[in-house]
Each structure stands twice: as C-alpha cells, then as structure tokens.
C-alpha cells in the first residue's frame, strides 16, 4: 500500500481498534499485510526456456524456468513484488559461457501461487533449488532475494559463489517502517515481530540479520550496490561486506536500487565472477557516471 493513500488510513484504523483489543491478533493481521506481495507480474522470456518446472518448497509452490547448458548450473534470484524477468540479462551471457540457468518465480510472485511472500518462505524456495541442482556454481541474487539467499545458504545449502546486488542486510528497518507508516502501537509491533520469529522458527532460521549469518560462509561473495539506492542504503552494502570474510564490495552510481540489473558493466562483472573468471581487468568500462569501482576486497 502507497503511504498515506486511503487503504493506508483505513488500515491504521483498524489495527489501531483491534490493537486496543487483542494486540496479538492485531500483530498477526499487521504481519499479514506486511507480506502481502501485491498485483502479479508475469513474464514472457526470448528466448523461450528449454522447460518450466513447478515444484515445492515447504508448503509453498515454486515455478522456475530453465535453460539447459552442459556446465554447471547458476541460479538467479529476483526481489520484493519483482519477478523472474527482472534477471532475464543475465540469462543470455550465463548460457553463452555455457551454464544451466535456472531462474525462479519467488512464492507469491510471478506465476508462483499466493498473494503474500515471507522471507522465511523465499529462503527455503532458493535453498530447495540449490539441493535440487546436482551442480551448483553460483547465485546472483537481487534486493529481497540477498537475504533469501544468504539464509538458505546458512542452512548450509551448496552455494561456492555468490553475486548479491542491492541486497538489504537486515531486515528490521523496514519492519521499522511499516510499523511507523501504519501507526502501530509498541505492543502491536511486538506481537508482529513476534510472529516474524515464530515464521522464521518454522523453518530452522533464528535471525535476519545477515551480519549475524555471514561469518559462517564459506563461498565466494561479491557485492554490487549503488551510492544512490534509495530503497536499500548503501551503507547496506558495506554491512554486508564488513561481515563476510574475503567477500569484494563494488560500487556503482547513478543506476540506483533496480537499474543495475540491465547495466552492461554489472552484468559482465556478475558473469564473469558467477563462472569462476578472475578477469576484472578485463571489464569494458562503462560511461563515467556508471563506473564500477572496487570498493574493498
């Protein structure tokens, strides 16, 4: 729901009333439309994938699209209310260097049933799909499918490498926000953040926060994040970094949180490091406004 619009309102309203009443119920309702994923994006891919597969994670249904190829596989995450489309730049490159690419529909997004996601859900999709794969070599990951995929591995699902782009360390501040945009009391903001834990227990998972995940990872990680994202903080990124031995933090400007994803330079970056090159001086440069520059690592 856009802030301030008359869904918003008349939502306030009525978790504010029951709130008064039964704040469990009311942190339960709230956590609710918290998931909610919103309208159906769907997508039509050229070329068309060598199959589509529906399988299940949890109690989930996924769909994934796949590409055949005789190298190993490499699995590309969208983000929140996005779509399996939103990695289609990366299909093309992925199967010229002659993997399987796999991409998937997010439970609740694309042509996955169900209106409503939760991260808890999103990590065990990835994670299923990683054991799924007899060869996995990496995941390139987007937004809300950083914590999915770095909670999966945690669960010690195969990941050697990953490439995370624009990916939230935490997932608190927009927790944070909701509660503020939505006027929840702090009792009610306890019983939502209550019924993320009870969620996450379901699945194995103690934590979001990925600074708290990431020293345990062995694989490779590289993280392109935009100075301009305005939908998840730079500062994001460093977190992240800062947190995973030996990972490598480029930064990018002027492509913010989603244009990234169509950049030449990030996805030859991306390819290259998904499919074990170590060819950095190798990268055209992009336009000066789009560099990449290594940050650390």
């Known amino acids: 729901m856009a802030e301030n619009s008359t869904n918003v309102r008349i939502a306030s309203a009525a978790l504010a009333g029951l709130g008064a009443v039964s704040p469990r119920t009311a942190g339960r309702l709230a ?14 891919f050229t070329p068309a994938p060598d199959a589509v597969e529906h399988f299940r994670a949890g109690s989930r249904q996924v769909v994934s699209y796949i590409w ?31 993997r399987r690419v796999v991409v998937i529909d997010l439970p609740g997004h694309g042509r996955s049933p169900g209106g409503r996601s939760q991260l808890a859900d999103a990590a065990l999709a990835v994670e299923t799909v990683l054991r799924r794969e007899p060869s996995i070599e990496a995941v390139i990951a987007h937004s809300f499918g950083v914590p999915a995929t770095v909670l ?29 945009v939505f006027g929840l009391a702090p009792a ?14 379901t699945t194995g998972l103690r934590t979001t926060e990925l600074g708290g995940v990431a020293p345990r990872l062995t694989g490779r990680a590289l993280i392109i994040h935009d100075r301009d994202d305005r939908e998840v903080p730079f500062l994001s990124a460093q977190a992240l970094h800062r947190a995973w031995p030996g990972a490598e933090l480029v930064a990018t400007d002027g492509l913010g949180h989603r244009r990234l994803l169509a950049d030449p330079a990030v996805i030859e970056r991306a390819v290259k490091f998904a499919v074990k090159w170590n060819g950095a001086e190798e990268i055209t440069p992009p336009p000066a406004r789009r560099e990449l520059r290594v940050v650390a690592g």
């Open 31 to 44: 956590y609710e439309l918290f998931c909610m994923t919103g309208p159906r994006r769907l997508t039509q």
């Open 152 to 180: 999966a591995a945690g669960r010690g699902a195969p990941m050697p490498a990953a490439v995370l782009l624009s990916g939230p360390v935490s997932m608190e501040p927009y927790l944070a926000r909701f509660a503020e």
């Open 188 to 201: 009610v903001r306890a019983a939502m953040r209550a019924r993320l834990n009870r969620a996450l227990e």
């Open 68 to 98: 055949a190829g005789g190298g190993p596989t490499v699995l590309l995450v969208h983000g929140w209310r996005g779509r399996s489309g939103d990695m289609a730049h990366f299909i093309g490159p992925l199967r010229d260097a002659g």
